[in-house]
């Protein structure tokens, strides 16, 4: 997890330096250092290794002065998800990380974000289209069509399946029912 925190770090970082080279505003003076405000989004934190995500990123921030990083946690609820990305959006943060809870709600607002000129890094679940600068996450059909795959193997085609689900308005969960149905 430390990993995945220190690439995110990287990647905000770069994602910072890169859009601030391109852009036409004039963010800092001779006199004060540059402060970068990101905007981190989850879906829920009731789930322990997204609290010590955050945890990491807050501790990892703290080495760059710099950097500011605001958290919300939606608790598990798109609509709360939504405004505190717009919210985001009309605080003029620097960069925006989300973890969506489901792709096709969240797909306008993002899309506004980087239209607006916002990166925007989707984290863990994708939205739908191309209207961001990075997603970084598993390849979840592929872990489904792996455990579809193991299953079959171990049941030697003979048996029955029960298939337990996640939230499947999620992309993980519609990802890892995909793969898994192809590896059976």
């Known amino acids: ?32 250092k540059a402060k970068w405000t990101i905007g981190m989004s989850q879906c829920n934190l009731g789930e322990p290794w997204r609290v010590q995500m955050n945890a990491d990123i807050k501790k990892a921030a703290q ?49 506004q974000a980087y239209q607006k000129g916002i990166p925007v890094i989707v984290l863990d679940r994708r939205i739908l289209g191309d209207q961001y600068t990075c997603f970084i996450g598993a390849d979840n059909k592929k872990i489904g069509k792996a455990a579809g795959k193991w299953i079959a193997q171990l049941l030697g085609g003979k048996g029955k399946v029960v298939e337990l689900k996640g939230l499947m308005t999620s992309t993980p969960g519609q990802d890892r029912h995909t793969g898994f149905r192809e590896g059976l």
């Open 63 to 111: 080495n760059h002065p710099e950097l500011k990083v605001i958290f919300k946690d939606a608790q598990n609820d798109t609509l709360k998800q939504r405004a505190q990305t717009e919210e985001f959006i009309s605080a003029g943060v620097d960069l925006i990380i989300i973890s969506p809870k489901e792709a096709a709600p969240l797909t306008p607002v993002v899309a």
């Open 1 to 32: 997890m430390k990993q995945v925190t220190r690439f995110l770090l990287v990647i905000m970082i770069s994602m910072i330096v890169i859009w601030t080279g391109c852009s036409k505003k004039e963010k800092h003076t001779q006199q004060n």
